[in-house]
């Protein structure tokens, strides 16, 4: 079990915030860290990790405990980033360019053993003796993540690791990610913008919104609230309404694609361009209704 009580003062583009978090995390899921730019949640795996410290709150793995501001007569505990066994694998891949794959991973860990079964877990076997320069963004990632492992932690941390990846190469690791985690049993916490990946990965969500955790749900409760009969629902915008005849129609972007939808006189009525919207289908047939304030917005994640 984590839990993590902890409040730090950031200052943000827009002002300065307090991240404040009361969180109960149980042992060996994969959590997702989500919100918008800038709401703290590099900052959240940071004071995990022991690399920012808080100000005030208490931090504490499996019983033990990692950080506890002073309090009364109660000593301030912050143990070290080494003293808390917590992996982290930030965006950049971070490798030394002058050391192999095998010495990158011995660098953490003088443990020979445990390098050839990451090595192995992860698809690096034959890329032992290889420089950081000549590998895939996708292997380098994996060296980053087997590099992570070596010291055996209880978290994982990662902040956007797949986010520079294809998606090709992203669904090749998110399966990997998912082999890791059930052979090693391990705590993740994965910062994440990108819905399908938290379906896939996650069972439960963080949203962050300026430093304070506003949802703390399943990804199917955050993103599926709204009970429908719809087999998908995107949003989208509305950039053009057309009629001909008695037949209207809405030129629907969703993304960069653009939806013809057909339209009845009704909607032809109340519907204008620029207005938010979502696509769905019934029995089969795409239909259209105004975005309302329940349906979850993406662009929060
Ligand atoms: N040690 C610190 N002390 C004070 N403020 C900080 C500190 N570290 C980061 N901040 C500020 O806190 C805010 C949140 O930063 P953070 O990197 O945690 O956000 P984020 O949600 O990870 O954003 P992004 O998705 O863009 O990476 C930023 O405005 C940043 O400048």
Redesign the pocket.
């Known amino acids: 079990m984590l839990v993590v009580n902890v409040r730090?003062?950031?200052?943000?583009?827009e002002g300065d915030f307090s991240l404040t978090t009361d969180l109960e995390i149980p042992k060996g899921g994969i959590t997702a860290v989500a919100?918008?730019?800038?709401?703290?949640?590099?900052?959240?795996l940071r004071i995990l990790a022991g690399l920012?410290s808080p100000e005030e709150g208490f931090l504490q793995v499996d019983g033990r405990v990692w950080f506890q501001g002073r309090d009364g007569r109660r000593p301030r505990i912050n143990l070290k980033p080494q003293q808390r066994r917590a992996g982290f694998v930030f965006q950049g891949y971070a490798l030394f360019p002058h050391m192999s794959v095998m010495q990158n991973l011995l660098y953490a860990a003088n443990d020979r053993d445990m390098a050839e079964k990451l090595m192995e877990m992860t698809g690096l076997g034959n890329l032992r003796d290889v420089k950081p320069a000549q590998l895939s963004g996708g292997q380098k990632q994996r060296v980053a993540l087997a590099r992570s492992l070596m010291q055996q932690p209880e978290l994982l941390l990662l902040d956007e690791p797949l986010s520079a990846l294809d998606e090709t190469m992203k669904s090749v690791l998110q399966d990997e990610l998912l082999k890791i985690h059930r052979e090693l049993g391990i705590t993740i916490l994965i910062?994440t913008h990108d819905s399908s990946e938290i379906f896939k990965l996650c069972d439960r969500v963080l949203l962050?919104e300026k430093g304070r955790v506003v949802a703390d749900k399943t990804p199917r409760e955050l993103f599926v609230e709204r009970a429908t009969t719809q087999k998908f629902a995107f949003k989208g915008e509305i950039l053009e309404l057309k009629s001909f005849d008695a037949i209207h129609t809405a030129v629907v972007a969703i993304g960069n694609n653009l939806v013809e939808v057909v339209i009845d006189s009704h909607e032809r009525g109340s519907l204008r361009i620029g207005d938010k919207v979502v696509i769905g289908t019934k029995a089969f047939n795409p239909t259209i209704r105004r975005f309302e304030h329940h349906d979850f917005d993406f662009s929060r994640l």
């Open positions: 730090k003062q950031l200052f943000g583009a919100g918008p730019s800038g709401s703290g949640k590099t900052t959240f920012t910062v962050f």
